[in-house]
């Protein structure tokens, strides 16, 4: 069953059409790849998922968990655990590890720094780095100095701030500053987190990538969406194909 349900998605920009009618779901436990080259309208469609833009009017409809979603309400779509991986991924770089985790998606006042019950939050942190399999991480290390992927996995850390209910984690160009060696790190996150059951949208234009790690994939060309397949039933010159614009062909 699916856990999000986007339909019917269009969105225009001035003189451009981003999206043409697009749908997109993703279900419990599973990697849904979404492919495209720069400018196909990957990101607006997450953006849309987001609640930070709204879709043409018409008949498009989102929904997570069976709960009707109203589009551009980001916080219902947070609450219904729903999180967010931007391809800036907005860490505070001056401050720690344990910094950010406290600090969350919430609000920053860097006045609460000094107040905080330090004991407990440092624990509760510490354990959600352990649980995640990140105890690799120095918590009291500085941001701003850590590798790229060390960087990413405590964005997704601190995107997990009630890891119970999160239905969703969406992955926005996650690789995009990573070296290729650390590439792995990252998807061994993800896996760990899909086996717990959250649905992951993995946004690349990196056909490689969709071929390693997702189950299913849509492909976008300007806006529209011209495939859906099973990975399994793929292979990367089909793909190639279909992301240059050439016929689909023989699969
Ligand atoms: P992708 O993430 O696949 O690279 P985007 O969704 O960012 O693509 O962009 C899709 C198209 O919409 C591009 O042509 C881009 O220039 C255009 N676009 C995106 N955001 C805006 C915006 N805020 N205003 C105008 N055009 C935009
Ligand atoms: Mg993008």
Redesign the pocket.
């Known amino acids: 069953m699916n856990t999000l349900e986007l339909a019917a998605v269009t969105k225009s920009?001035?003189g451009?059409r981003?999206l043409d009618n697009v749908d997109f779901t993703v279900a419990k436990g599973e990697i849904h790849a979404l492919l495209?080259?720069?400018?196909?309208?990957?990101?607006?469609?997450i953006k849309i998922m987001s609640g930070f833009y709204l879709p043409d009017g018409g008949p498009a409809s989102y929904s997570v968990a069976g709960h009707s979603m109203k589009f551009g309400d980001g916080v219902g779509v947070g609450r219904a655990g729903v999180r967010f991986i931007h391809q800036d991924i907005g860490l505070l770089d001056d401050l720690t590890v344990l910094e950010n985790l406290r600090l969350g998606s919430g609000t920053y006042d860097a006045g609460l720094l000094g107040r905080i019950r330090w004991g407990s939050e440092r624990a509760a942190a510490v354990a959600r780095l352990n649980d995640l399999g990140l105890d690799h991480i120095d918590p009291d290390a500085v941001v701003g100095r850590l590798s790229a992927v060390e960087r990413t996995e405590v964005a997704i850390a601190r995107a997990l701030d009630v890891e119970s209910a999160i239905s969703v984690l969406v992955l926005d160009e996650a690789t995009a500053a990573l070296p290729s060696g650390q590439v792995e790190h990252l998807f061994a996150l993800v896996r760990r987190l899909v086996a717990r059951g959250v649905g992951v949208v993995y946004?690349t234009?990196r056909l490689e990538e969709v071929l390693a790690i997702a189950d299913r994939v849509t492909v976008?060309r300007d806006?529209e969406v011209v495939l859906r397949s099973q990975v399994a039933d793929l292979t990367q010159q089909s793909l190639a194909r279909v992301i240059a614009g050439m016929d689909v062909g023989p699969v």
């Open positions: 920009f001035p451009q981003a495209g080259h720069n400018g196909s309208g990957k990101s607006t469609l946004v234009h976008l806006g």
